[in-house]
């Protein structure tokens, strides 16, 4: 079993930045993300990274957010840069195993960019 805490939402203007934590208790799975859900939405996708670093990103995000992962302190983290209205949500972490359909999900942390 692995408890995943985001840390680190909030209210920030257009245009701000904010940094998001996840820590993992017990040992995080193959791939350790961020995923999204913003009200009347579904769940997305929006940046994840392997153990061994390799990262992908929802196209509305790229060039703005940098996922990072520390394998040694099983965190992941999320740098958001240049924050839209849109990028509203509740913020979820979650780890997966590579080959498996298993996942744990954090609880969120909401991310509310507004004037």
């Known amino acids: 079993q692995v408890q995943l805490v985001e840390s680190g939402g909030g209210l920030v203007q257009p245009g701000g930045s904010l940094r998001l934590s996840c820590a993992a208790s017990g040992n995080s799975l193959y791939f350790m993300g961020w995923y999204r859900q913003a009200p009347g939405k579904q769940r997305e996708l929006v940046a994840r990274?392997?153990?061994?670093?390799?990262?992908n990103y929802a196209d509305s995000v790229k060039g703005r957010f940098t996922i990072s992962r520390d394998n040694a302190k099983n965190m992941v983290y999320l740098q958001m840069n240049s924050l839209k209205p849109e990028d509203t949500a509740v913020y979820y972490c979650n780890t997966q195993a590579q080959f498996a359909p298993t996942n744990y999900w954090g609880k969120g942390t909401l991310v509310t960019v507004s004037s």
């Open positions: 990274i392997s153990r061994g670093g390799v990262t």
